[in-house]
């Protein structure tokens, strides 16, 4: 009951005309940005930040929540229409979404994708609401020594989930650390690689680190990358679906929602790895698994699915703990610190505006996507149709606008063109860039965490083994990284020699 | 001599970092009030951290092919001057849009550098190139100066 009593606070919040509006803002920007080849959640969302400025908090989480899945909805049409998936989260989407597009159904593929997404959204705010309240509960009695082994944790699950070596997803993640301590440490005063430098006394902003390293390295990559010019885009049709096709997808919609959270739960899987959890399994459960990869509409649903309630999921960690599991959910992190919201354990009971207000958009914002957006697809997908150089040049300016809104200060545009430029290398040489941005947010909380633990333990490193909950923490972390390499070594063996 | 691979020619880089990093660690001075941790234990962790995973790299292979990103999907780039040279010119461009947005206002800087960008990306419709231009960073502007009180120079234009 209290539940139900506490949503109803939620909307009381989310259906105020002007969180209305930013709802609709959000989800259909986010649309517009996610479409772009490229340009994921991440982006989407660094992009939007400078709107977010003045808006109360509560105001300004329930736009960014907007625009992240609005960006998930977003790259499902670009891998429908373009076979060109913005995000990985998305990829799976085209692998029967595409070849529907080929057959003239594109507007069948993006319909489904856009009630899969509606449901699988859903159901995830409901497991988000049944959850985040327990799991507070619990978070409550954890101690900076349980934070600090909780937040390694989180940095080695998405370092080794990530397609990409092991070793470079550490060296990302030990980057963004290292950039979160440049500047004055809060606790003594004292500057740190700061080199004279007034500008970074108040060290790095978040956002022209996040802004460099994905939207304006994704300009420089795209110009880099001239393939991309003219791909044909395939015509839309038709949205309608038959009764026996919603009866088809129905199942694996209710089966991938339920996959799909939990895994957006767990730190470091999320929307990626749920589709394909998602499209895996039901490829498995279908009497016509063959047809998938060649248009079948459940080969759409499922991942559609997955994804946005592996979105959902990945808001438990982020508002009950206050660790974000993946690198978008800790770019929203970002956003709330600078919004001056700390989300964790404390915040139902201190902001529960923003909890409940959050989780009560999220619904509303789902109801966006399918009662606004989908009609809107056609006009939308245009959008794809823009030359390529106008694209460019725009997403230029919006990244220094965005850059200069926070500071006013010609400096933090030279750092962005630092950073886009890492950014460009790391992509070139298969560093993953989501590590970085989350070490980047995790580097000072972790430093704190640590300081606080040791200064209790009177400078004993021994206290994060002695605590169960931390050592847990720490084995998990441990084992994470120890996987993939379990994983190669096996693919190794299995390979003639 | 073997050639190095690429991988321990980053490796060789990430090493002289971690190496330049942990003597500026070193040089972190110490809190008046002594106390358990101090503020340079964690860029020492960091540094001794970064040393060990370049040392690692220097002995991972290389990957056959360019894997694909986490959060974002791509192909790999085939680039030839021309793209180079745009690449150079956009990074040129950011510092001289950072000298000329005070000076210029926000306004006619951004449409200098969006209309200039697009033009060196080969975009030869002059005309549409300005109105599209005009038409995001105009209610850009008024959007957040106007409405979100957020300051931005006006330059020589009047609003």
């Known amino acids: 009951m209290d539940a139900l009593n506490n ?135 954890f101690g900076p020594t349980e934070y600090f082994a909780l937040m390694v944790l989180g940095l080695t699950a998405v370092v080794s989930l990530s397609d990409k070596s092991l070793i470079k997803g550490l060296i990302a993640a030990v980057l963004g650390m290292m950039i979160s301590i440049v500047g004055m440490d809060l606790q003594t005063g004292t500057e740190r690689y700061t080199f004279g430098t007034l500008q970074l006394i108040e060290g790095i902003d978040f956002l022209v680190v996040a802004l460099g390293i994905f939207a304006l390295a ?59 959890l998602g499209y895996s399994m039901e490829k498995r459960l279908a009497k016509d698994g063959n047809t998938f990869g ?53 915040m139902l009971e201190q902001r529960p505006e923003v909890f409940w207000g959050v989780i009560a958009s999220m619904y509303v914002g789902n109801l966006f996507l399918l009662v606004l957006n989908l009609p809107l697809i056609p006009y939308i997908a245009r959008i794809l149709d823009a030359p390529r150089p106008l694209l460019l040049s725009l997403i230029l300016i919006f990244c220094m606008v965005g850059v200069y809104g926070i500071s006013f200060n010609t400096f933090d545009l030279v750092m962005l063109l630092i950073f886009g430029l890492i ?11 989501a590590p970085l941005i989350l070490g980047l947010i995790l580097g000072a ?34 084992l994470s990284l120890l996987l993939p390499l379990l994983r190669k070594l096996r693919r190794n063996r299995q390979q003639p020699l | 001599m073997t050639r190095l691979n690429i991988n321990q020619l980053l490796a060789l880089l990430l090493l002289a970092f971690s190496i330049g990093y942990l003597i500026l660690a070193f040089q972190i001075p110490a809190f008046a009030i002594p106390r358990p941790v101090d503020s340079d234990a964690f860029p020492k ?35 030839g001057r021309k793209e180079i040279v745009q690449l150079g010119l956009t990074a040129v461009s950011i510092p001289v849009y950072a000298l000329l947005i005070e000076p210029l206002g926000f306004v ?39 409405v979100m ?11």
């Open chain 1, 294 to 346: 060649k248009g079948n509409i459940k080969g759409v649903a499922a991942p559609e699915a997955a994804n946005n309630a592996a979105c959902g999921g990945s808001f438990v960690p982020l508002l009950t703990l206050g660790v974000p599991g993946s690198g978008t959910t800790a770019v929203l992190l970002g956003a709330l610190l600078v919004m001056g919201v700390t989300p964790g354990p404390m």
């Open chain 1, 423 to 433: 950014g460009l290398a790391m992509r070139l040489y298969g560093f993953p860039a």
């Open chain 2, 149 to 159: 009180g957020i300051y931005l120079p006006t330059g020589p234009l009047p609003f």
């Open chain 2, 45 to 79: 962790l960091l540094g001794f951290l970064m040393l060990g995973l370049s040392l690692l790299l220097f002995l991972e292979k290389p990957a056959a092919a360019a894997p694909q990103d986490s959060e974002t999907t791509s192909q790999h780039p085939v680039s």
């Open chain 1, 7 to 141: 949503l109803m606070f939620g909307f009381g919040i989310a259906l105020d005309p002007i969180n209305l509006m930013y709802v609709f803002i959000g989800v259909f920007a986010g649309t517009l940005i996610g479409m772009l080849p490229g340009l994921g959640p991440i982006s989407a969302l660094a992009l939007m930040i400078p709107i977010t400025f003045n808006l109360p908090p509560a105001t300004g989480l329930i736009l960014m929540a907007g625009v992240y899945y609005g960006a998930i909805f977003g790259g499902s049409t670009s891998s429908i229409l373009l076979n060109a998936p913005g995000v990985a989260g998305t990829v799976a989407t085209s692998f029967d979404g595409y070849p529907m597009a080929r057959q003239g159904k594109a507007g069948k593929a993006l319909a489904i994708a856009a009630y899969a997404s509606f449901i699988g959204g859903t159901l995830s705010i409901l497991g988000l609401m049944l959850i985040a309240p327990l799991l507070s509960k619990v978070a409550v009695s």
């Open chain 2, 108 to 146: 006619l800087a951004s449409l200098l550098l969006g209309t200039g960008l697009a033009w060196l990306y080969g975009y030869r419709r002059h005309g549409i190139n300005l109105l599209a231009m005009c038409l995001v960073v105009l209610p850009l502007y008024l959007l957040l100066s106007k």
């Open chain 1, 445 to 478: 909380l972790m430093e704190e965490s640590m300081r606080r633990a040791l200064q209790i333990s009177g400078g004993d490193w021994s206290i994060f083994l002695s605590k169960p909950i931390a050592l847990t923490l720490l084995l998990l972390a441990a």
């Open chain 1, 218 to 276: 994704e300009v420089f990559y795209m110009l880099l990358n001239p393939q991309r010019k003219n791909t044909p885009r395939n015509q839309i049709g038709s949205l309608k679906l038959s009764g026996a096709e919603v009866k088809e997808i129905a199942a694996p919609i209710g089966r991938s929602s339920i996959l799909g959270f939990f895994t957006g739960v767990l730190p470091g899987a999320g929307a990626t790895i749920g589709s394909f």
